[in-house]
């Protein structure tokens, strides 16, 4: 049976109330800006003895970026929903793209699970070792999946559940977040 690790539901929450926060700054700045029944428009008109203030025209302009950026919080909520990691028998699927099968993972870094919540994952890949690191803010159930990497890769490698071997720097180049 395949185990689906989803997308973080705290990342995709945080997307979700910033967009609407920001859509929310959006409308407040429309009705500042162009509203000629809002007072701060007609204190704004007067100070300009007619012309808008260049607090008016600020009023005017920030609501296409905060829009912009609301419309990208809402695109990335919905992208983060379709993210996830699929253990089957095969290997791990990551977001339907990048496939490890157990026999190629040769290390697993789980020394900051427990307090920072992340492990780092070492693999062959056309001849060269990688390195991903799967965090919990990035993805819900880690636990699971370090489970059952474990379980499916431990016999296959003497090393991949010793949380004290001896791994490369993790802060090497080739290192990706997933």
Avoid at 136 to 162: P, R, T, V
Wanted: hydrophobic share 35%; net charge negative; charged share 25%.
């Amino acid at each position: 049976m395949a185990l689906e690790i989803p997308s973080s539901n705290y990342s995709i929450k945080n997307f979700l109330i910033f967009g609407f926060i920001l859509l929310g700054v959006s409308v407040w700045f429309i009705n500042d800006g162009y509203n000629p029944n809002s007072n701060y428009y007609k204190k704004e008109m007067e100070k300009g003895e007619g012309q808008p203030t260049l607090d008016l025209k600020i009023n005017r302009a920030t609501p296409f970026l905060t829009g912009a950026f609301a419309i990208y919080c809402f695109v990335s909520m919905a992208l983060l929903k379709k993210r996830k990691i699929v253990a089957d028998d095969n290997g791990l699927q990551i977001d339907g793209k990048t496939a490890i099968p157990y026999s190629a993972i040769t290390k697993l870094d789980k020394r900051n699970f427990q307090e920072k919540g992340y492990f780092i994952l070492f693999f062959q890949e056309n001849g060269s070792e990688r390195a991903l690191k799967f965090s919990d803010k990035h993805y819900d159930k880690l636990g699971l999946l370090l489970d059952e990497i474990i379980s499916k890769a431990g016999g296959q490698n003497a090393n991949a559940g010793d949380e004290t071997a001896s791994l490369p720097d993790t802060d090497s180049p080739d290192e990706n977040t997933v």
